[in-house]
């Protein structure tokens, strides 16, 4: 079992920034690749970003240039950097942990999610 915990949501204006952490407990971290997704009321929830074991990492082309997904493996701890944010960012923020080396866009592809953090941002 992996127990994630996200924090770092809040309320932005358009165009700041926002940093989200995620934090793992349970197996060893470094088991796993790591996954960013969000969800939208109302839509599916959709991929953002995810980062291999070894810390190569691949964007959704929404948010690419403008997030950055990282780790740090001593800490156990994924996080994601987003800037110059948008409205259309608005969602609930959803870190996930898939064993194995690499990432995924496939949401159904992680076997462990957090609970979720809520960004939004005002126009």
């Known amino acids: 079992q992996v127990q994630l915990v996200e924090s770092g949501g809040g309320l932005v204006q358009a165009g700041g920034s926002l940093r989200l952490s995620c934090a793992a407990s349970g197996r060893t971290f470094n088991n796993y690749a790591m996954g960013w997704f969000r969800q939208a009321p109302g839509k599916e929830r959709k991929y953002v970003a995810a980062?291999?074991?070894?810390?190569?990492?691949t964007y959704a082309d929404s948010v690419k240039g403008r997030f950055t997904i990282s780790r740090d493996n001593a800490k156990n701890t994924v996080y994601l950097q987003m800037n110059s944010l948008k409205p259309e960012d608005t969602a609930v923020y959803y870190c996930?942990?898939?064993?194995?080396?690499?990432?995924?866009?496939?949401?159904?592809?992680?076997?462990?999610w957090g609970q979720g953090t809520q960004v939004t941002v005002s126009s």
């Open positions: 980062i291999s074991w070894g810390g190569g990492s």
């Open positions: 996930a942990a898939r064993p194995g080396r690499a990432g995924s866009l496939d949401l159904d592809e992680y076997d462990y």
